[in-house]
């Protein structure tokens, strides 16, 4: 398969790695330095796009590879309040797009488990529950995507939480998310149920970026050839 990677950074040449690895081609690499090299006449022979950039540029690279007809996975946070209208593109114009807050499939794993534990604890309105998350200090966007995921899963099944608030919550109906950033971690999110007599918690620590890159080659295997729009629950039939 022939795979550009829109993003080159280090998610980008950890990805690069791991697809050689299974046996694809790299056929074209973009960053910031390069980025008027996004062209119908470039991507015309790409199987796949994967992108990985910056939250201030990821809509517009999508939406320009996704002119281009390219399939595209994409793990770039902070832009998905415009989500709704590459989906609909997807169904419009049969364009195809793959998009995952986070590609680890124990991440993965970890929001169903997330759901599951959120429906039990519904029962038990003395537990307050918040969301802590720590990645290194060259991410961007804060709250993490995944963290944002986290909290949505919640709100879909805890009656009484109806939103999720940065840092601190006082409000009854509110998820607190609290962000912090330090040295070189890759990522750890943290779900806490806390009442005046005990304390629950369930917590996914990422040790290296590898898996993050290896969910996104998967991901283009599985679009190929596909049209529409697909999450990671398509791909891990959960």
């Known amino acids: 398969m022939k795979i550009a990677i829109v993003g080159y950074g280090k998610m980008g040449k950890e990805i690069e790695r791991i697809a050689l690895n299974r046996g694809h081609q790299v056929v ?10 996004i062209s119908l006449d470039n991507f015309k022979d790409v199987d796949v796009a994967i992108e990985f950039s910056a939250p201030q540029s990821a809509f517009s690279n999508i939406m320009m590879l996704l002119d281009y007809k390219v399939p595209t996975v994409s793990g770039t946070t902070g832009w998905i309040d415009k989500l709704e209208l590459v989906k609909e593109r997807c169904e419009k114009e049969s364009v195809t797009f793959f998009y995952a807050s986070n590609f680890s499939i124990g991440v993965n794993l970890f929001f169903k488990l997330n759901e ?17 998350e720590t990645h290194h200090t060259q991410k961007l966007d804060a709250p993490s995507g995944t963290a944002i995921t986290l909290a949505d899963g919640l709100i879909e099944n805890l009656e ?18 609290k962000s912090y950033r330090e040295g070189k971690v890759p990522g750890n999110h943290k779900i806490i149920y806390e009442s005046s007599f005990d304390k629950i918690m369930i917590e996914h620590n990422a040790k290296s970026r590898e898996g993050f890159a290896l969910g996104a080659v998967l991901a283009a295997e599985f679009i190929k050839d596909k049209n529409g729009y697909f999450t990671m629950d398509e791909l891990l039939k959960v």
């Open 28 to 37: 074209l690499k973009i960053d910031e330095n390069n980025i008027n090299e």
């Open 160 to 177: 009484s939480k109806k939103k999720w608030e940065k840092e601190n919550s006082d409000s009854q109906d509110s998820i607190a998310i």
């Open 116 to 132: 599951h534990l959120a429906k039990m604890m519904d029962q038990y309105p003395n537990y307050h529950v918040l969301i802590e």
